[in-house]
């Protein structure tokens, strides 16, 4: 899986440099010595730039049109509205676009459009890219691109339904993905991503994915999540909320993975309905063992807080390594993170094989006034 081992890699392999970023250029003004002649110049300047302000737009595009020719076109501010079914993939690289969906379909192109989020050497499309300015030898995000929405696509059959990588403040909203082989939505080295409402199935490794992000900040409400390996995986980011989601026949329902490369916790999972993850799926080369069976699983993760949720029917259909209703173990790093600080409580966890499951590593880790039957070890259920 190789969000697993390289991080931001599909990013990295599909956009070859950083976007140049355009810098607007004042002209500038001498202003005159004498008292009257300077209030007279301000008062010009004032005056020329209410003119030439630039109310924000609403651009249509139909079916047939270039969506990218008109995110190209569009400046911080303005709405693009799609209508109709589009084969393109699209990137935005400019603050404050709206690009809003109104019954739109987007799928790939037999030849993908050239642009900031893909390389023709490359094998990743991603249906819909939100990029910032990055350096891809180091990884390094140099400015942000802010204030981005996408909301009412259907999008499938990319490597990545949406991406973004290098932003801040990010909105995707009301969008379907479905069929796309990676992941459904994700953000990648991004802060105050907000995930809304909106429905992933059957991607190939996660459907909602925040990753890389050491303060992520982000918000998952309302989404509803299905038919991937995870169906929200959160690794090697910090700091985020995680509610009223509907996560169900995944292998994994949601995972926090930490050691691959950094730390990951300081999320709040709450509300959440975590049922029926009962997918089966196979060890491969990124991901080298089996899967299946499990609702919340914390791999060495810290800080996170696990109540009010529903956490019911996660039982394994084949082998696997891990299962249970909430699992808590160490990460899959070489040395191995602990399990710190994590606190589960006020749950309904039940009928799942096991309830609680906890592999005895870390401090602090706290099982409490859970509505559950089985544990390993014995008595996780009974405290309260």
């Not at 932003?167 to 969008?175: H, L």
Request: proline share 5%; net charge neutral.
């Amino acid at each position: 899986m190789s969000g697993w081992t390289g991080g931001s890699r599909p990013f990295m392999g599909a956009i070859a440099g950083g976007i140049n970023m355009a810098r607007s250029l004042r002209p500038v003004i001498v202003l005159a010595a004498r008292p009257v002649v300077v209030l007279a110049a301000l008062l010009l300047l004032l005056a020329a730039e209410t003119g030439s302000a630039r109310a924000a737009t609403k651009v249509v595009v139909g079916p047939g049109d270039s969506i990218q020719a008109a995110v190209d076109a569009a400046r911080p501010g303005d709405t693009i509205l799609v209508k109709g079914r589009h084969r393109e993939n699209v990137a935005i690289t400019t603050d404050g676009i709206t690009l809003r969906g109104l019954g739109a379909v987007l799928a790939p192109a037999a030849t993908p459009t050239q642009n900031a989020c893909f390389e023709s050497t490359a094998p990743d499309v991603i249906g819909i890219c939100v990029l910032g300015q990055v350096d891809f030898n180091t990884g390094e995000v140099i400015h942000e691109v802010r204030d981005v929405t996408v909301s009412g696509f259907t999008i499938h059959g990319f490597t990545f339904g949406i991406g973004a990588l290098g932003t801040r403040d990010a909105t995707f909203k009301r969008n379907v993905t479905t069929g796309n082989s990676e992941y459904g939505i994700t953000a990648f080295s991004s802060t105050g991503t907000r995930m809304l409402f909106n429905r992933a199935s059957d991607s190939g490794e996660a459907g909602f994915y925040i990753g890389d992000s050491p303060d992520a900040n982000a918000t998952l409400i309302g989404n509803d999540s299905s038919g991937s390996l995870f169906g929200i995986l959160i690794r090697s980011a910090l700091h985020g909320n995680v509610t009223a989601n509907s996560i169900h026949g995944n292998c994994t329902g949601v995972g926090v993975l930490a050691d691959l490369p950094g730390p990951a916790g300081q999320f709040h999972l709450t509300g959440n309905s975590i049922r029926d993850n009962t997918r089966a799926c196979a060890p491969s080369e990124e991901l080298p063992f089996p899967l299946s069976g499990a609702g919340v699983a914390l791999w060495g993760a810290g800080g996170v807080k696990i109540d009010g949720n529903k956490i019911t029917g996660n039982v394994p259909s084949a082998d696997t390594d891990f299962s249970g209703g909430v699992v808590v173990a160490s990460g899959l790093g070489d040395p191995a993170t602990a399990p710190a600080g994590n606190r589960v409580q006020g749950n309904r966890i039940l009928h799942n094989a096991p309830d609680v499951f906890w592999d005895g590593t870390g401090s602090g880790n706290s099982f409490r006034g859970n509505a559950c039957r089985t544990s390993t070890p014995a008595g996780l259920c009974h405290r309260h």
